[in-house]
């Protein structure tokens, strides 16, 4: 799972706008910034009331969490919220936001292996991450990590892209951001100035997640596309819960 390419991404832009890498827009009032994790959340729990998933509200894990958006809202579900990502700059943006929130971690991606323990999740939370991991085996690899760490009858909810449209695949801004780099000119110019930035976004084909999927000890739940059918990057929506482990009926 070498994440070093998305590590420099993020990085990058987590000095240089660490709110804008999470939602596209930059000076947010905090109290409104907040109010868009609790949406978020709260559309969640209702999908989990409803399907009946997790059966414990004990631990979270937020995949990919940036400065912890949704860590406010997630700890009026559960006991205790743990956040990881690839950039440092973002985990420490987090910390600092976040200092006097109880029961609440934020850890730094380390490659190869998610350093937590087996079976120790209720919920497995991803949203907006997989589609900026640049190939398909570091995504499969990040998914069995889930499995390893959610306990019997938790959930996984995660998101991915399956297709992005020709025109789209050029990625111009991207690949301008990169030469402009080579010769030497500043992020700051390259974001404000110039309006370039390094994320990338990359597709795993439908039938390779289905297939990867069907080799897992999950049952899926959700599955479902969540962007419209002319958008330019095609997502899905997945919930799963791990079987063969005394999972309860609903």
């Known amino acids: 799972m070498n994440m070093n390419y998305n590590r420099q991404q993020w990085e990058a832009l987590g000095r240089l706008d660490p709110f804008w890498a999470m939602t596209g827009i930059s000076n947010w009032d905090l109290s409104a910034f907040w ?13 989990m009331s409803q399907i009946g998933y997790p059966k414990q509200f004990n631990r979270v894990l937020d995949f990919g969490c940036g400065i912890g958006r949704l860590a406010p809202a997630f700890r009026t579900l559960f006991d205790e919220y743990v956040g990881v990502d ?9 910390r600092q936001l976040h200092a006097h929130l109880p029961q609440t971690r934020f850890l730094l991606l380390q490659p190869d292996r ?4 087996d079976q120790s999740f209720d919920l497995i939370f991803s949203f907006g991450v997989f589609q900026h991991i640049p190939n398909h085996r570091s995504v499969l690899h990040t998914i069995t990590e889930f499995v390893r760490m959610l306990k019997p009858n938790g959930l996984i909810f995660f998101n991915v892209c399956h297709y992005i449209r020709w025109r789209y695949r050029l990625q111009l801004r991207r690949r301008l951001y990169f030469l402009c780099k080579r010769f030497g000119i500043l992020d700051y110019h390259l974001f404000y100035r110039f309006k370039l930035y390094p994320q990338s976004v990359h ?6 997640l289905q297939r990867y999927l069907q080799t897992l000890s999950l049952q899926p739940l959700i599955s479902r596309r969540s962007s419209p059918p002319d958008a330019p990057h095609q997502l899905w929506e997945y919930g799963l819960i791990k079987c063969g482990e005394h999972i309860s009926s609903k």
């Open 203 to 208: 597709a795993v084909p439908y039938q390779t």
């Open 86 to 94: 690839v950039a440092e700059s973002l985990i420490q943006k987090a």
């Open 35 to 47: 109010k868009t994790g609790y949406v978020q959340v709260e559309q969640l729990h209702q999908e």
């Open 114 to 117: 998610i350093d937590l323990p």
